[in-house]
């Protein structure tokens, strides 16, 4: 029998976390089933547990493959890197990259993300067991541990004077984000919302930049 090469297995393991991320893009992620990815990859139970011990652990490399393939992290450095500009064009251009990694991926990477929310909501136990098998840092561990205490640094530097706690700011903001988030997944891949109206995350976004500039003291225009 011939030796089964490294190359073999993960192109086997590469082809089976695609047909589940395929089958996530059109099932909400909690409802997705192991039935679901044997049918979508063509293989037998076998030939997937060969590979997997569990969905579980596919959901795991899955979403490690979409922190590899959709990682904005080189773009937010760039973007706070600029040394002379202003607490304010820095910040919109965050938020505008924030926009548009999220317009061009709503359907797909930012539908998976907003579904593992709310899998964490229902079955915690079951979503701490798929974190534990995630490598790689996500955009938005990014924010929290790099992007984030940069603003508030940075507003320091330019003399600017918070309105509120920095905590207190740091709360708005991530739960304005997941706002946006999840008003515009639900309208464009549910077709249901609080506000039944087209969203649109760039000028979304464009508007919680003027916002944060006025919370951090700033000038908003």
Not at 53 to 82: F, G, V
Request: proline share 4%.
């Amino acid at each position: 029998m011939p030796k089964v090469t490294q190359e073999y297995i993960d192109n086997k393991r590469r082809m089976i976390v695609d047909s589940c991320y395929q089958v996530c893009l059109r099932k909400p992620v909690e409802m997705v089933t192991i039935s679901d990815v044997i049918a979508e990859t063509g293989l037998s139970q076998g030939g997937i547990y060969r590979f997997y011990k569990d969905l579980d652990e596919i959901l795991s490399d899955m979403i490690t493959n979409m922190r590899r393939d959709y990682n904005i992290i080189d773009k937010l450095d760039a973007a706070i890197a600029q040394k002379d500009a202003s607490f304010a064009t820095v910040t919109r251009n965050i938020c505008r990259i924030l926009g548009e990694v999220m317009e061009e991926h709503l359907m797909d990477i930012q539908k998976i993300n907003f579904d593992l929310t709310v899998l964490s909501i229902n079955e915690p136990q079951r979503t701490e067991k798929i974190i534990k098998g995630i490598k790689g840092k996500g955009n938005m561990e990014h924010m929290a541990t790099v992007v984030f205490p940069y603003l508030f640094k940075a507003s320091a530097e330019k003399k600017l004077t918070p309105k509120h706690d920095p905590m207190q700011l740091y709360q708005f903001i991530s739960s304005a984000y997941v706002g946006i988030e999840t008003n515009c997944i639900l309208t464009a891949c549910y077709g249901k919302a609080p506000m039944q109206s087209v969203c649109k995350p760039v000028e979304m976004f464009d508007i919680l930049a003027t916002t944060i500039i006025l919370l951090f003291g700033g000038e908003g225009k």
